[in-house]
């Protein structure tokens, strides 16, 4: 079951109980990654200036998750701490009851959303690395797949504002000086932990062996082959999704007084 930081009350937050969500939202990422690789890169999808025939003022990608954002929006998922939509402005209120999370961040986090960085991160680096080239025309589906990969991504490097509130909140009185002299390069050393961040990579790319390693019968068969390749993936955790992550994490700090 995923780890819910909403489970989790704001006392019994831990630094074990916030990397244990983050270990399992590595399962999303992976298989949201897979199930993008099925369709080739389909590039049409990314098209921003669409032929005349077509109605949409901007990608049928952005088209996607713009339109996803507004109905999700309407059941309240961007209510939740967890959740940041990638187009904020316009949204819709929702029409659910109100959800009561547990107080957990400080309230200034709400101003910290990097979804613009995710969004071109993800098209302009990560995808033209795994997406094989090609078309096959299923244009709709692979933007679906598009969708699922960024809302994981993003909530996961967003999740950084609750592993800095756990690690405030163990030692104020380290985070506190660096914090109020707004000085970013003591907090990122602080919050650094390289140890942490090399079995990080190395579980990745064992989870990317084993979930989407080639199923045959043919034992026989020498070469193993996998879905992604398992390096790509131990590459996006090293150079964009923890930097950006510890990037969060040192943006909710510097508001964390104020
Ligand atoms: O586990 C932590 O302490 C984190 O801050 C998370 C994380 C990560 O993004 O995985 C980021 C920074 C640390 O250097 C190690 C790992």
């Known amino acids: 079951m995923e780890n819910n930081i909403n489970k989790i009350s704001s006392d019994e937050l831990s630094l074990e109980s916030v990397r244990e969500s983050l270990i399992s939202q590595e399962d999303t990422i992976v298989f949201t990654l897979i199930e993008r690789a099925k369709f080739p890169f389909n590039s049409p999808t990314y098209d921003d200036d669409p032929s005349s025939s077509c109605v949409l003022s901007g990608s049928l990608v952005q088209f996607i998750v713009k339109e996803t954002e507004i109905l999700h929006a309407k059941v ?11 187009f904020p402005d316009d949204l819709p209120p929702p029409l659910t009851p109100p959800h009561n999370y547990p107080q957990v961040l400080y309230p200034a986090a709400a101003s910290v959303n990097i979804n613009d960085t995710i969004w071109k991160m993800y098209f302009d680096k990560l995808l033209p690395l795994f997406a094989a080239d090609g078309d096959d025309g299923n244009y709709g589906s ?23 509130e756990v690690k405030f909140r163990d030692a104020p009185e380290d985070y506190g000086p660096a914090i109020r002299a707004q000085d970013r390069d003591a907090l990122m ?6 140890s942490v961040e090399e079995m990080v990579k190395s579980r990745v790319e064992k989870k990317a062996m ?10 026989k068969e020498e070469k193993v082959k996998y879905k992604v390749d398992p390096a790509i993936v131990s590459r996006l955790y090293g150079e964009w999704v923890m930097p950006l992550t510890k990037f969060v994490q040192v943006e909710y700090l510097l508001r964390r007084l104020s």
Do not use: M
């Open 142 to 164: 692979t933007a679906e797949c598009d969708l699922k990969c960024l809302q994981a991504l993003s909530r996961r490097i967003h999740y950084g504002k609750f592993v800095a």
């Open 76 to 86: 309240g998922r961007y209510t939740s701490p967890e959740e940041h939509p990638f």
């Open 210 to 219: 084993t979930f989407g390693q080639e199923v045959t019968l043919n034992d």
């Open 189 to 194: 050393k602080l919050l650094t932990f390289e």
